[in-house]
């Protein structure tokens, strides 16, 4: 499969899982070291919006930086990958490819649809029955996204495209509702 190469200032849904869908997070301390190679390779050639850490796959939604080169940005999100990939193998002992493949992205160039991945990433947890309630899931970035700690994701930005933070925790809320509803269908 021929992927399109990853361009600057631009919205990219960036998402793998598990070779074979095995786990590739399995302890806490996994989740935390994954975002902190976030911070060191992804935050230099982008900024992130939302984000979620399932125990098996995760998703990304970042923007790239202007005026970055698209081989500097292709090479900093695989060194997010390649980096993680070693360390997990040498912790658990085990050899071969951590994720199913290269990391797949789909370019985002509609606000509708911009709109659509945030909410989706915000509330795969409760998609994938991890929890029922959105904000009882620690690995996904709307706790940040509704607080007024300090953090690396681009809150505001995130916040402004719903009109303002009660109307975006308003989006979040109907969208589990309906995922509820439908797992008991």
């Not at 806490?28 to 992804?42: A, P, S, T």
């Not at 979620?52 to 080169?69: A, G, P, W, Y």
């Not at 649809?113 to 998609?127: F, G, S």
């Not at 509820?180 to 269908?185: F, M, N, R, V």
């Given at each position: 499969?021929?992927y399109e190469?990853?361009?600057?200032?631009?919205?990219?849904?960036?998402?793998?899982c598990?070779?074979?869908?095995?786990?590739?997070f399995?302890?806490?301390?996994?989740?935390?070291?994954?975002?902190?190679?976030?911070?060191?390779?992804?935050i230099?050639?982008?900024?992130?919006?939302?984000?979620?850490?399932?125990?098996?796959?995760?998703?990304?939604?970042?923007?790239?930086?202007?005026?970055?080169?698209?081989?500097?940005?292709?090479?900093?999100i695989?060194?997010?990958?390649?980096?993680?990939a070693?360390?997990?193998?040498?912790?658990?002992?085990r050899?071969?490819?951590?994720?199913?493949?290269r990391?797949?992205?789909?370019?985002i160039?509609?606000e509708?649809?911009?709109?659509?991945?945030?909410?989706?990433?915000?509330?795969?947890?409760?998609?994938h029955?991890f929890?029922?309630?959105?904000?009882?899931?620690?690995?996904?970035?709307?706790?940040?996204l509704?607080?007024?700690?300090e953090?690396?994701?681009?809150?505001?930005?995130?916040?402004?495209?719903?009109?303002?933070?009660?109307?975006?925790?308003f989006?979040?809320?109907?969208?589990?509702?309906?995922i509820?509803?439908?797992?008991?269908?």
């Open positions: 499969m021929k190469p990853i361009v600057s200032d631009s919205f990219y849904h960036i998402y793998n598990g070779n074979n869908k095995e786990d590739i399995v302890e806490d301390r996994n989740y935390k070291y994954f975002l902190e190679l976030v911070k060191k390779y992804v230099p050639i982008a900024d992130i919006w939302s984000y979620c850490l399932l125990k098996n796959h995760f998703h990304l939604l970042i923007r790239t930086k202007e005026d970055v080169e698209s081989k500097k940005l292709s090479q900093g695989s060194n997010l990958f390649n980096t993680y070693k360390s997990f193998n040498k912790a658990y002992r050899t071969g490819s951590l994720f199913k493949d990391f797949s992205r789909i370019k160039e509609k509708s649809y911009l709109k659509t991945v945030i909410i989706y990433i915000n509330t795969n947890a409760v998609h029955g929890v029922e309630r959105v904000e009882d899931y620690e690995h996904s970035s709307y706790k940040a509704i607080s007024d700690k953090t690396l994701l681009k809150r505001k930005c995130v916040i402004e495209l719903f009109g303002e933070k009660e109307n975006f925790k989006v979040i809320k109907r969208k589990q509702t309906i509820g509803e439908l797992a008991l269908e």
